[in-house]
């Protein structure tokens, strides 16, 4: 198990495939690396990938060695490149992670090739009620139901009660087991909380393809609109408009590298096969 070192906390991370371009990969509070497992056999033939988890989560350390935040997050992922000798990455981020790799692109433009990234950009009121939300059902009824409620509205509705979508859902409750400590949980949630990307999205300079699936509960409800695909995607673009959009039919929100990995990940490879040629993130 390897693991970096920044302000008094252990950082783990694990760097497996091939080739010299680096893809970090960066998921959800609750899921981390585990939300691309099913990406890896696509991944790895074609580049070398960075798993890795923020402090708080998963297998890192989870002393509160200092508060939670995006910008401490976005440091550890910049001691790990340290770490490993990475000197350039492109990072493929989703759900809340996407405030990492948003965040990094801005204050690290030198280390990035390119960004993949699902469009979230800001937490305002209905992101706090959905962290809020988060919290008490976890509190209350455990971390395993409230990976249930996030299953109920980023996989695809037809997928929902198949058999296949049981079996998902199974799966994501033992992940939100292994790496969710309420303990902490509470602060990485309240970090999300407080979160405006607006100054970063305008500051990125690498290319950048923004994906997701266009298939979940999150659209069919008014009141959700700023977490819904279109929702999502106008504010990013009303931000930046020079970036690729890949769209994952049929597939949920988030869940889009569960639900459909390989369609996701040869889109990724696709995309950063344009910048193969340009990378510059071989280890020192």
Known sequence: MTKARREGSNLWYQLKGKGDHVITLIGGFALVDKQFE?????????????????????????SMTEPYSVEG????????????????TSIWCTS???SIGVRFASKYPERMNALVAYPWIRSDQTWKDIFRASYEVASVFGV????RMYAGVVLPPRLLYSAN????ERWAKKRYVEN???TTLKSVLDAYSNLDLTSDIKNIKCPTMLLMGNDSALNKDDNLESASYDGLLR????????????????????YCMITKPKACSLAVVDYLRKFDNKSQNRSK
């Open 96 to 98: 809340t992670g996407t």
């Open 235 to 254: 504010d990013f673009l009303e931000l930046k408009q020079d970036v690729d959009i890949k769209t994952i039919k049929g597939a949920g929100s988030t």
């Open 180 to 182: 969710v400590n309420m």
């Open 38 to 62: 099913f990406c890896d056999q696509y991944l790895e033939p074609h580049h070398k990938l960075l798993h890795w988890h923020y402090r708080g989560v998963g297998k890192s350390d989870w």
């Open 73 to 88: 997050w976005v440091d550890d992922l910049a001691a790990i490149l340290d770490h490993a000798g990475i000197e350039k």
């Open 165 to 168: 979508g049981i079996e998902y």
């Open 144 to 147: 395993e139901q409230m990976s």
